[in-house]
């Protein structure tokens, strides 16, 4: 197995890390580009008030190494909620990804990588369960 994998799983082992000085040179590297997006749904209204419709893509690949990973979760926070009514909102994506492994694991990951939508940039490691 290629070393950076066996230190990608390490570190995913390691649960809850946060921050790019944890992340390990391979993920804060990383390149990322979308393989699969979800499709539209024009049927369904955007509403004014929410989030618009996702960035994220379903699945990237780091073009650097290969490596895949797959959505697990995604979640999008308004970053200007002080601001004056009648003002737009402006809103940041990001979703939570599993690397996608050759040989299935004997469960699930401790750690996902946490990746900005549209930007693809990675951001923490966080822990599957939770937020």
């Known amino acids: 197995m290629p070393r950076f994998i ?3 799983l390490v570190l995913l082992s390691l649960g809850a890390c ?3 000085e944890q992340l390990g040179t391979e993920l804060a590297n990383a390149s990322m580009s979308p393989v699969l997006w979800e499709p539209l749904d024009s049927s369904s209204a955007i509403d004014p008030n929410g989030p618009p419709p996702t ?3 379903l699945r990237l690949r780091d073009l650097r190494t290969g490596t895949e990973y ?3 979760r995604r979640q999008a926070t308004r970053t200007n909620r002080d601001a004056p009514p009648g003002t737009p909102a402006i809103w940041e994506q990001y979703g939570d990804y599993m690397q996608i492994l050759a040989e299935p694991s ?3 990951p401790s750690s996902l990588v946490r990746i900005a939508c ?3 940039k990675v951001l923490s490691l966080v822990p599957s369960k939770g937020p």
């Open 6 to 8: 066996v230190r990608f």
């Open 18 to 20: 946060q921050g790019k």
């Open 55 to 57: 960035t994220c893509a």
């Open 70 to 72: 797959q959505i697990l």
């Open 106 to 108: 004997a469960g699930p």
């Open 118 to 120: 549209g930007s693809w």
